[in-house]
């Protein structure tokens, strides 16, 4: 089955700085990668997603990025705010199935 | 206001004990699913459902089954709770699979 890897666990950056969070996945059927941000004691919301017929998108401040040779994609975050805050989960799924599959999320702190 | 809800938002449980963790959808979603979140884990996939009638299973479905007798409801139940199942549970639907999934606030379960 399919296995998401995220990376860093945590990331601390200072406020206007980027930040980027990578994922890899092994299923090569994945086609759909969304990104969930968690604010503490919330529920996961989506912020963006990529599905694999492209390479990248954007909406503001934040984008995403896929390779699907290398099977890896990530999200870019710029100008960075304090209410930025969050844990971010990045996810797989395949077309005509119902399992989105989540890497284990990444802490990011942003200093003011 | 249209989503999900769960009951109860928090419980506390006896090993060995028995119980129902309820999740109702108003967006007439056709998929829904039961994650659990753990420290460092991410959201684990416990089952889903496509469509009423049909459920499948997810990443960690040991001790647990559902039910989706309808398009609305999709319980979880824990036939005999252990501490290992000491989690928040998240219910999610999408309105078809893959897709944005929409979660509920959760369920914070504690097992003794």
């Known amino acids: 089955g399919e296995n998401v890897e995220q990376h860093p666990s945590t990331l601390s950056v200072q406020e206007g700085d980027s930040a980027v969070i990578k994922c890899t996945y092994s299923d090569s059927a994945s086609n759909y990668f969304p990104w969930y941000k968690q604010e503490l004691g919330k529920r996961p919301q989506l912020i963006i997603d990529i599905r694999s017929n492209v390479g990248e998108k954007k909406d503001q401040r934040i984008a995403v990025t896929l390779n699907k040779t290398a099977k890896h994609f990530s999200l870019h975050i710029t100008e960075t705010q304090p209410e930025d805050s969050a844990v971010y989960f990045c996810?797989?799924?395949?077309?005509?199935?119902?399992?989105?599959?989540f890497g284990a999320g990444t802490r990011l702190f942003v200093k003011a | 206001i249209a989503g999900i809800t769960q009951a109860p938002t928090s419980q506390i449980l006896a090993a060995g004990r028995r119980m129902t963790l309820r999740c109702t959808q108003d967006m007439r979603h056709n998929a829904m699913y039961w994650y659990r979140q753990d420290l460092g884990l991410g959201l684990r996939l416990i089952h889903y459902?496509?469509?009423?009638?049909?459920?499948g299973k997810g990443e960690v479905p040991d001790g647990y089954s559902v039910s989706r007798a309808n398009t609305d409801d999709f319980p979880l139940t824990l036939a005999s709770a252990v501490p290992s199942q000491t989690s928040v549970y998240f219910c999610?639907?999408?309105?078809?699979?893959?897709?944005?999934?929409?979660f509920g606030e959760g369920s914070r379960l504690t097992v003794l």
């Open positions: 996810a797989a799924s395949t077309s005509g199935g119902f399992k989105t599959i």
């Open positions: 459902s496509n469509t009423a009638g049909t459920t």
């Open positions: 999610a639907s999408s309105e078809q699979g893959p897709g944005e999934l929409f």
